[in-house]
């Protein structure tokens, strides 16, 4: 394998006699005994592309776990092989590695060596995947000091590896990772993993791999960078949800914005972040964390003010309405905004709070939908809990000789409200 320690090969078992390939499950004992058997290695970097064997077939040899998931060794390879046999063949024989991730048992996918687990080292290649691909490919090719102004003479595709490549690279570590954590990894591998640390860099980390880095400006799909692309990232979250992530990697908030995990997945909601689309297996994401979430947590307005139902109902306006609405693969944005509704009030229903709380919590859900007087209509268990409430409190306070200053009872019920309104700081506005 150029620039790699490790290698891809192919192995054949020959009969030494006849100089034909015999299949494993066709081995003679006679033969083993007479010792006619012999295995043949063959260099694959010597085949041509529409010669290769299938890429199950294929055999790759290294040392250890840190050489299998070195990010630096792994990119290097795959740019070497693309720039010496071009793209196709280097997708080919990549398998190999596939192959020989999918083949660790299960001791090894949970195992800690140096004070790392398994997962730690996925995770660190991932990272590598996200930021630092373009870097290490122009570290390993010294003459690519400027990329528009490239010798692509001695590349095979005679042209330099960009997003193509990259693609490649995140369908083939990303997905392989997802796979393992979802088929072989165990629960305590994924608490011991991220409890070791329990740092605010690591969730960050961990959320950048799903929606990429938040730049200081809101609102516009450029505010965004890097993530594992193909909503692989969102998968993957799920995936580690599904095995035991600690509730502080994906539950709370985080800065510059103050977003939880489901309005920085929406968010931006605009006309543009519509053209330009999104991932489902980030939509996919948001009802996940949509039926997991508190009451609290669904309701919970960020620095602008606003809720993630509120980006929801933005976003879904422009598949359900708008010119995108003819879009299939926008269509889970729509679902996005009616599971976030159904789990808010499926929540009030449940509140065991006093109605002074439900009323705060009510009063935030109002300014998160943009603070409008009817902003509530979408959420009619919030009116219908608030009412429920009042009038018990209503009966508990006659009975304790409270004086209402109107006689009849609805109007009486809204006295309870408006009083507990106001003491939240608010007036009643809308019943």
């Known amino acids: 394998m150029p620039g790699a320690p490790f290698f891809i090969c192919q192995m054949r078992l020959i009969h030494m006699d006849t100089g034909l390939e015999i299949p494993d499950d066709s081995v003679n004992w006679e033969w083993l005994e007479r010792g006619s058997l012999q295995y043949v290695v063959l260099d694959v970097m010597s085949f041509a592309l529409?010669?290769?064997?299938?890429?199950?077939?294929?055999?790759?040899?290294?040392?250890?776990?840190?050489q299998l998931l070195h990010p630096k060794l792994l990119i290097r390879c795959a740019f070497s092989i693309c720039k010496q046999r071009g793209q196709a063949f280097c997708e080919h024989v990549f398998g190999a590695w596939g192959s020989a991730m999918r083949s660790l048992p299960r001791t090894e996918v949970n195992s800690q060596l140096f004070g790392k687990t398994f997962l730690t080292r996925c995770l660190d290649l991932l990272h590598a995947v996200d930021r630092d691909v373009e870097d290490i490919m122009r570290d390993k090719y010294r003459g690519a000091g400027v990329r528009f102004h490239l010798d692509v003479s001695d590349f095979h595709d005679k042209r330099w590896p960009g997003d193509p490549f990259e693609d490649f690279l995140h369908q083939t570590f990303a997905g392989l990772v997802i796979e393992l954590v979802r088929e072989k990894m165990d629960v305590g591998t994924v608490e011991r993993t991220f409890n070791f640390h329990k740092c605010e860099t690591e969730?960050?980390?961990?959320?950048?791999?799903?929606?990429?880095?938040?730049?200081?400006y809101r609102n516009r799909s450029s505010g965004y960078w890097g993530g594992l692309r193909f909503g692989l990232g969102a998968d993957l979250m799920m995936a580690l949800i599904d095995k035991g992530l600690p509730r502080w990697c994906w539950a709370g908030c985080l800065g510059p914005f103050n977003d939880n995990l489901l309005q920085y997945t929406i968010e931006p909601a605009s006309h543009v972040a519509a053209m330009d689309g999104k991932d489902a297996a980030q939509g996919r994401l948001c009802i996940y964390l949509?039926?997991?979430?508190?009451?609290?947590?669904?309701?919970?307005?960020?620095?602008?003010?606003r809720s993630a139902l509120s980006y929801a109902e933005e976003f879904a306006e422009h598949f359900e309405s708008g010119p995108f609405r003819r879009d299939p693969d926008q269509a889970v944005w729509i679902q996005v905004r009616d599971v976030i509704r159904q789990e808010m009030e499926a929540h009030v229903r449940a509140f065991q709070g006093d109605l002074l709380a439900l009323v705060d919590l009510t009063r935030s859900v109002r300014a998160g939908l943009c603070g409008d007087a009817d902003a509530l209509e979408s959420?009619?268990?919030?009116?219908?809990?608030?009412?429920?409430?009042?009038?018990?409190?209503?009966?508990?306070?006659?009975?304790?000789?409270?004086?209402?200053?109107?006689?009849?009872?609805?109007?009486?019920?809204?006295?309870?409200?408006?009083?507990?309104?106001?003491?939240?700081?608010?007036?009643l506005r809308h019943l």
Not at 51 to 66: K, R
């Open 50 to 66: 529409d010669e290769l064997p299938p890429s199950e077939s294929l055999v790759l040899g290294y040392t250890d776990l840190h």
């Open 203 to 216: 969730k960050i980390n961990l959320w950048r791999l799903v929606r990429g880095e938040k730049y200081p």
């Open 290 to 305: 949509a039926q997991r979430l508190d009451v609290e947590e669904l309701c919970h307005r960020n620095q602008d003010g």
């Open 379 to 427: 959420l009619p268990a919030f009116e219908d809990e608030l009412w429920l409430r009042a009038a018990l409190v209503r009966d508990e306070w006659l009975r304790m000789g409270w004086t209402f200053r109107e006689g009849s009872a609805d109007q009486q019920i809204s006295e309870v409200l408006s009083w507990h309104y106001q003491a939240v700081g608010q007036g």
